[in-house]
């Protein structure tokens, strides 16, 4: 079994739809959660990290349910510029970050 | 400030060389990880390096290596390239340890491609 596993995707969905998806982890020693953007033939770049407590950073939404060992991400009101892959990332306690296959999304004019 | 700076941005090798991959972190950050992304797959760990110490190890093999400098760089080498080791590299700082809530911050990468 993966370490993280996402639906690939893709999410083709009109602008101003919202679009969410999710992402499950195995290792439940885990204990930092990220979602990190991606552009075809870029870098990874933080998007969010994700609190127990979920959190809100302007249209972006994160949830973390621990004893599901899933992590969510919500996309309100979606610009074309929101087109990427997004990727669910874990850290467990052996210093290494373990990335998911990523979740395509395409918002569409 | 600058960013994680990568070099070369793209290299090409045919197989069974050798190549060398650099990385500065962000001023001020301690811990350089490496990654290997090949297309269509996220990100997977290589190395982590933290004080010039590796901290952690991906499963790779021993023809996957690394070190720290006293500055805080990283360098990456793989020796006897096979074409699978196609792939982006990326490097990664964060301030410390791959500790909570240290979110690690990206360089462009490598783009290495074997013959």
């Known amino acids: 079994r993966k370490e993280v596993e996402q639906d690939p995707g893709p999410f083709n969905v009109p602008e101003g739809a919202t679009v969410a998806f999710n992402c499950t982890y195995s290792?439940?020693?885990?204990?930092?959660f990220f979602w990190y953007r991606q552009d075809c033939r870029k870098e990874p770049k933080l998007l969010m990290s994700?609190?127990?407590s979920g959190n809100e950073d302007g249209r972006f939404t994160a949830q973390l349910n621990r004893a599901s060992q899933y992590i969510s991400l919500l996309i309100r009101d979606s610009k074309l510029s929101d087109s990427a892959t997004y990727l669910c990332v874990v850290n467990g306690d052996d210093y290494k970050l373990s990335f998911g296959a990523g979740t395509t999304v395409t918002v569409r004019a | 400030d600058a960013g994680v700076t990568q070099s070369p941005t793209h290299l090409i090798k045919t197989r069974g060389q050798h190549v060398t991959l650099r990385c500065s972190p962000i001023?001020?950050?301690?811990?350089v990880s490496w990654y290997q992304q090949v297309l269509g797959q996220g990100p997977q760990f290589i190395f982590q390096y933290y004080e010039k110490e590796e901290r952690g190890r991906g499963n790779f093999p021993d023809r996957f290596s690394a070190r720290q400098f006293p500055n805080y760089s990283s360098e990456l080498n793989v020796n006897a390239l096979l074409l699978g080791d196609s792939a982006l590299y990326l490097c990664?700082?964060?301030?410390?340890?791959?500790?909570?809530?240290?979110?690690?911050?990206f360089g462009d990468g490598t783009r290495l491609s074997i013959l």
């Open positions: 990664a700082s964060s301030l410390e340890g791959q500790g909570l809530y240290q979110p690690q911050h």
């Open positions: 001023s001020g950050h301690k811990s």
């Open positions: 994700v609190y127990s």
């Open positions: 290792n439940s020693a885990s204990q930092s």
